[in-house]
């Protein structure tokens, strides 16, 4: 098996103001030991290559699933779901995904990013570990997310140039697609949520806001930037107006309006911006960061965590 060889850099992190279950295995808690995994990259460009013009399945199966890394096994489970799946989605989108290539041999070469997040978040949670990093190629459906032994990044969403062709793209790839260079930032973001202590039963939507817009939160402390910033850019003009929706909602079930599209171009995945906005809040009013950062992952009441965080004083509530 590749991985990228290992390194240390040595992090200084400086913070400035905010202007500038996930079920966790018994894993290692030195940033140096979490591997970056990158060569089911290539077994999909064989199989890519192999299976093209048709893109027959057979040739994905072959050549990449069953050949795959622990990490593309369980994103197979998550993710992709069958070799006929997949085969299906590059069939949709051959030009974009001939696009990418270069983009995805380009990861193996930014672990110092990623790297330097670890260490980031080591500072501000001691208690963090740190599991195996695995990049696949998948089915246009997933930036990141994790098992419970790893971290899986879908690189076919990281494609994303000025000569991207767009004619075979809807909307919302039009919207989330993003550059390779934004790699370390997903990375960041999934490793919050690898850390995350929470109850993950029937989620109301103010837990399931919290607990991405937390990751985006200290995604962007570690890396210096979080994923959503299209979502952000609609949605902070508009906060009190958002706000008011928002609590209408926030102690139930429905997702609607907050994890999907809507008219006027409202983006999928507002959910993540007032979780960000409540973390933040939270992260403000505390007097010992570290120590906030152990409470932001360790969340056991979110309605107490909303109080806590002052978020609604700013609305005069």
Wanted: proline share 5%; no cysteine; hydrophobic share 40%.
């Amino acid at each position: 098996m590749r991985a990228i060889k290992n390194a240390t850099w040595v992090v200084t992190v400086v913070f400035l103001s905010l202007a500038t279950p996930y079920f966790v295995l018994a894993q290692a808690s030195d940033p140096d030991s979490a591997r970056i995994v990158v060569e089911d990259i290539g077994r999909f460009w064989e199989a890519f290559d192999r299976a093209t013009p048709t893109f027959a399945p057979e040739a994905f199966e072959q050549l990449y699933l069953s050949k795959g890394s622990l990490g593309l096994q369980d994103f197979t489970k998550l993710r992709i779901s069958s070799a006929e799946k997949l085969a299906e989605t590059i069939r949709a989108h051959p030009k974009y995904y001939a696009s990418i290539r270069t983009s995805t041999q380009r990861i193996e070469k930014m672990e110092r990013g990623m790297r330097a997040a670890f260490y980031a978040l080591k500072y501000l949670y001691p208690e963090a570990v740190f599991p195996d990093v695995y990049f696949v190629i998948g089915r246009m459906n997933s930036g990141g997310t994790t098992s419970e032994r790893a971290l899986l990044i879908g690189a076919e969403m990281y494609g994303k140039t000025p000569e991207m062709p767009v004619e075979e793209l809807g909307d919302w790839h039009r919207q989330v697609l993003k550059p390779v260079e934004e790699v370390p930032h997903i990375v960041a973001h999934e490793l919050v949520h690898y850390q995350q202590k929470y109850d993950a039963s029937t989620p109301t939507l103010l837990a399931q806001s919290i607990k991405e817009g937390s990751a985006d939160f200290i995604a962007e402390l570690i890396s210096g930037r979080h994923i959503n910033a299209h979502v952000y850019e609609y949605a902070n003009p508009r906060e009190a107006k958002l706000w008011q929706e928002f609590k209408e909602k926030m102690l139930g079930k429905d997702f609607s309006g907050w994890y999907d599209s809507g008219p006027d171009g409202r983006p999928k995945d507002l959910g993540y911006w007032m979780g960000y906005k409540i973390t933040e809040a939270f992260y403000r009013r505390a007097p010992n960061k570290r120590e906030a950062i152990k409470q932001i992952l360790e969340i056991a009441d979110f309605e107490a965590f909303l109080q806590e965080s002052g978020y609604a004083k700013k609305f005069g509530q």
